[in-house]
């Protein structure tokens, strides 16, 4: 397992679907909660951790909502994206295309300018040492489309800095088709987008990720194997998909890893990608999840190498910072 361990660490690869949000350690929450005065329903990090046990992806939704009320100022969202970033960066990590979530923020009160200072200054710290970061801004789809048109006319004035635009939070019941219109702007403003697609919610919303928002990555996609004619559109377009096994694991998406999908994924043609998701919350960081889900599925070395570079391949760094392994 060492072996395969420090195999993994040195193949290069890039994360490509991991909330900023979700790397918010317990014991960071209670460093901030002290910082900031902010009174939190537990004692102790232990007794966050386990209260770490969903069955769905709204159990955990609503853990991670109240777990980011301590975030408040620019030092703590900078704080929060350096210790990630070098952290995975130790994991031979060499393009992270980060997600964040200025509504969960500013709908209490956090100015976006907050927000942006320090992501932005991990960001640069990050490039010094090599490690090239893109920022992608999610809208919740919980929420409307008016506020996430708002929540896009705030973000201009960051045009600069950010890569992109997802689509996240509670996926059943909130299909991607009502966000056409904000989708169509972003693409004006030369934005790349991406989409949260077939987690929970069926095919049919990959389908609209794809037709109606144009995404050029699924986020997720474990669905979209139920469509014979979805995996073919995915397969000859070569749409990656940014797969969690440690996430689909907590949130009971797989029952256990080693009825994961991604091995089928790859055995398919797909350009499925691993990645950690909300790592603090789901027990694994990206080395972790290329490790147990190896175990799981039997993966060899070659396809963990595929793996590797399908990541590289499915990210929007240039050529030069995307170095294809
Ligand atoms: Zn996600």
């Not at 986020?219 to 096994?245: K, M, Q, S, Y």
Request: proline letters at 6%.
């Amino acid at each position: 397992m060492t072996d395969l361990s420090e195999f993994v660490r040195e193949l290069p690869k890039a994360e490509l679907h991991v909330h900023v949000e979700g790397t918010l350690e317990p014991e960071t929450m209670f460093e901030l909660a002290r910082r900031n005065r902010v009174p939190l329903p537990y004692t102790s990090p232990a007794e966050v951790r386990r209260a770490y046990r969903f069955s769905k992806l709204q159990d955990f939704l609503d853990l991670y909502y109240a777990g980011q009320q301590v975030l408040r100022t620019e030092e703590d969202f900078f704080a929060l994206a350096d210790a990630y970033l070098r952290r995975v960066q130790a994991d031979g990590v060499r393009r992270v295309e980060m997600f964040f979530d200025p509504q969960a923020h500013t709908g209490r009160g956090v100015p976006l300018g907050a927000v942006m200072a320090g992501l932005q200054r991990a960001v640069d710290a990050a490039a010094e040492r090599s490690l090239s970061v893109g920022l992608i801004l999610c809208f919740l789809r919980h929420l409307s489309e008016r506020e996430a048109f708002e929540t896009l006319e705030a973000a201009e004035p960051f045009r600069d800095r950010i890569l992109g635009v997802g689509l996240d939070s509670s996926e059943a019941g909130h299909p991607p088709a009502r966000f056409k219109r904000v989708f169509e702007a972003a693409r004006e403003l030369g934005l790349r987008l991406v989409a949260h697609a077939g987690e929970e919610g069926p095919p049919e919303y990959v389908w609209q990720a794809l037709d109606v928002l144009g995404v050029e990555r699924v986020d997720h996609g474990n669905r979209a194997l139920e469509d014979a004619a979805l995996v073919e559109r995915l397969r000859r377009d070569r749409i990656p998909l940014t797969v969690c096994p440690l996430s689909n694991l907590e949130l009971g998406v797989v029952p256990d890893l080693a009825a994961h999908p991604l091995k089928r994924m790859l055995e398919l043609g797909l350009l499925a990608t691993v990645n950690s998701d909300d790592p603090a919350y789901f027990g694994g960081y990206l080395a972790e999840n290329y490790l147990r889900t190896a175990a799981a599925l039997d993966l060899s070395p070659e396809d963990l190498r595929t793996l590797a570079r399908n990541s590289l391949q499915a990210s929007f760094a240039p050529p030069a910072e995307g170095e294809t392994a």
